[in-house]
């Protein structure tokens, strides 16, 4: 079976930092450019970040530049966003999927797993 699935996630102080991860079972990640998103109660799902499949391109939203990293870890299968500096309004349900490049919103997409929860009290 096919699937990706996101874990990681976890209730932290501001300021504090997570390892998100994404691990694939039934195909390689490496062959694929891998997003993540993120979705807040009550708001509209966003682009998070992106790793290329070859090269190991990133794109980070302005929201999120300097304080995620987003990495591979081939011989896990794994893709990892490493999220410091983290804020209340990082709070959301954080999801990874196989993307062409960095999507603002994913609404072309229709692959999503359950995602982890990530909250960061004010």
């Known amino acids: 079976q096919v699937q990706l699935v996101e874990s990681g996630g976890g209730l932290v102080q501001p300021g504090g930092s997570l390892n998100l991860s994404c691990v694939a079972s039934g195909f390689s990640l490496d062959d694929f450019v891998i997003g993540w998103f993120r979705q807040a109660p009550g708001k509209e799902r966003e682009g998070v970040s992106c790793?290329?499949?070859?090269?190991?391109?990133?794109y980070y939203a302005d929201s999120v530049k300097g304080r995620f990293t987003i990495s591979r870890d081939n011989a896990k299968n794994t893709v990892v966003l490493q999220m410091n500096s983290l804020k209340p309004e990082d709070t959301a349900v954080y999801y990874c999927?196989?993307?062409?490049?960095?999507?603002?919103?994913?609404?072309?997409?229709?692959?999503w797993g359950q995602g982890t929860q990530v909250t960061v009290p004010s």
């Open positions: 790793i290329s499949s070859s090269d190991g391109r990133t």
């Open positions: 999927t196989v993307v062409t490049w960095f999507s603002e919103d994913g609404d072309e997409y229709d692959n």
